[in-house]
């Protein structure tokens, strides 16, 4: 049982009449995991806007700083699965303090990195610190937060992290135009020193009196079959493809695979509890994930590619554009419970994949010549689409578990997102290159067209997958009406 430095939020909720909300309780917990989010989702777009820029300081072509973008999310899909057992063993105040610290360094030296290399280990370096953050801050919430306003208080963290990709293009655009491409990682540093000061504060030490023993086995396991998958989409990408070498990369991840499903149902306590996968609402979410996240990962890394050496406009340009997207999601969030109180969880994913997937397909219309008036409100409108997707995505999984699984199933779901952005962004990158003709810019528009136009195809086909949840049922309704 559990060993809690703070009571449950189910023993202060039933022995507590007229207390505060648990919102307003809770409210330095949520400030601090939105500043985690924050922190993320700013780092993860500042990069974006800013790739051309860096390829051209470091003498490389921008379609090879995908190593930098998949190297970051391949580490924390890696090295997540351990969060569950570190918060157990050293208790979530600590762990999420040495997390932020880790990020923090990360980003310095992402900041002085003086080579592609250099800059692909300090991401590497800045993804062991990123791996706990995310897993750790949703397992908290679900800890502490009833489950009537569970979606409610991830809507309001995302809202957050949405922030973070409102300013990151901007700040990107800037720092690139009138500064310096290396104050994008820099910028986390101070925030980082906020963030440990609020943990310090404000953070639950929720931990076991024993934790059970670390499956060091299955997590070298899925790690190595995780990375041979990505470096046989590197090998792919290469300028000289060695077919055999990829093939090889390939077959081995596949008996890695298939070596941990049996490692994992002869364990106790498997680093990722592949049981849970009997409840159809666990695997519908993780598999829904990884065909969504698949198509639309690598989207605005394209869109910011296209704009910049496509349609030549300036990073600051490029990077004003990327901010309806996040507008959109904004938006979006404050809409989800209620259209998920109307739909439920089957009939919203149905609908809204196919949506997005159409979105998705209609960014081919785009040329040298379209008005940005029109770009602008055609990336609001997407966002605003997958901005439902992604809440609806996140929550799905936890709406049928035990409070018991709370951890396990965050650490599997964030597993599954970063793990599926980084084959996504590998995807997309490496689609756009073999579409590629020629270096003018009206190659680049139209290796972007059929780009996206795939990219569409393959995130319609998520709404296959969702399909095979149950028969909607009414949703508790998470906000008053």
Same mark, same amino acid.
């Given at each position: ?25 809770? @409210?330095?917990? %949520?400030?601090?995991?939105? /500043? ?9 777009? #500042? ?9 051209? /300081? ?35 105040? +600590? ?16 900041? %002085? ?7 692909? /280990? ?15 801050? @949703? ?5 502490? %937060?009833?489950?009537? &306003? ?83 989409? &590197? ?12 093939? &090889? ?6 008996? #890695? ?89 089957? +009939?919203?994913? %149905? ?20 008005? =940005?008036?029109? #770009? ?20 799905? #999984? ?10 396990? =199933? ?57 399909? @095979? ?13």
């Amino acid at each position: 049982m559990p060993n809690d430095a703070v009571t449950p939020a189910s023993t202060l909720q039933a022995g507590a009449q007229g207390a505060k909300p648990l919102r307003q309780r809770y @409210r330095g917990l %949520i400030w601090l995991v939105s /500043a985690s989010f924050f922190m993320q989702a700013l780092d993860s777009t #500042i990069v974006n806007t800013a790739v051309p820029a860096m390829a051209s /300081a470091l003498d490389v072509r921008p379609l090879d700083m995908r190593s930098a973008l998949t190297s970051y999310v391949l580490t924390l899909a890696i090295l997540i699965p351990a969060s569950p057992w570190l918060c157990d063993r050293f208790g979530t105040r +600590r762990v999420f303090g040495a997390a932020i610290a880790v990020f923090g360094l990360g980003s310095l030296f992402c900041g %002085i990195a003086q080579t592609l290399p250099q800059l692909v /280990a300090a991401r590497v370096l800045q993804g062991v610190g990123g791996a706990a953050l995310m897993p750790v801050g @949703r397992y908290v919430l679900v800890r502490s %937060i009833d489950k009537r &306003e569970f979606v409610a208080v991830m809507s309001t963290v995302a809202t957050f992290g949405l922030l973070g990709s409102v300013l990151g293009p901007l700040m990107g655009g800037a720092l690139v135009e009138f500064t310096s491409w290396r104050l994008i990682f820099l910028i986390n540093v101070p925030v980082g020193i906020a963030g440990l000061w609020m943990n310090r504060q404000d953070m639950p030490d929720y931990r076991l009196h024993h934790a059970n023993r670390f499956d060091l086995a299955g997590f070298l396991l899925f790690g190595a079959a995780s990375a041979l998958l990505l470096t046989a989409s &590197e090998l792919v990408g290469a300028e000289h493809v060695a077919w055999g070498h990829i093939g &090889e990369c390939t077959a081995l991840a596949l008996l #890695i695979g298939v070596i941990y499903v049996w490692h994992s149902r002869r364990t106790a306590f498997p680093v990722a509890d592949l049981s849970l996968l009997k409840v159809r609402s666990v695997w519908v979410a993780l598999a829904g994930n990884l065909f969504t996240r698949l198509g639309i990962s690598g989207m605005f890394l394209l869109l910011v590619l296209f704009l910049q050496v496509g349609c030549g406009w300036s990073a600051l340009m490029a990077g004003m554009m990327m901010v309806p997207q996040a507008l959109g999601s904004i938006s979006a969030k404050w809409l989800v419970n209620r259209a998920l109180a109307r739909l439920g969880y089957r +009939r919203l994913l %149905i609908g809204n994949t196919l949506i997005v997937a159409m979105l998705l397909a209609s960014f081919a219309t785009f040329g040298r010549d379209t008005p =940005a008036w029109l #770009i602008a409100l055609m990336v609001f409108l997407y966002g605003g689409f997958g901005g439902l997707q992604y809440t609806a995505m996140n929550t799905l #999984i936890y709406h049928d578990l035990d409070i018991r699984h709370a951890s396990m =199933a965050s650490s599997m779901a964030s597993t599954a997102q970063y793990l599926s952005m980084s084959f996504g962004i590998a995807l997309a990158t490496l689609l756009m290159e073999s579409l590629l003709q020629g270096h003018a810019h009206s190659d680049y528009v139209a290796a972007f067209r059929w780009t996206v136009l795939i990219l569409a195809v393959v995130t319609a086909s998520a709404s296959r997958v969702f399909s @095979r949840l149950g028969a909607d049922r009414p949703a508790r309704r998470e906000l008053p009406a």
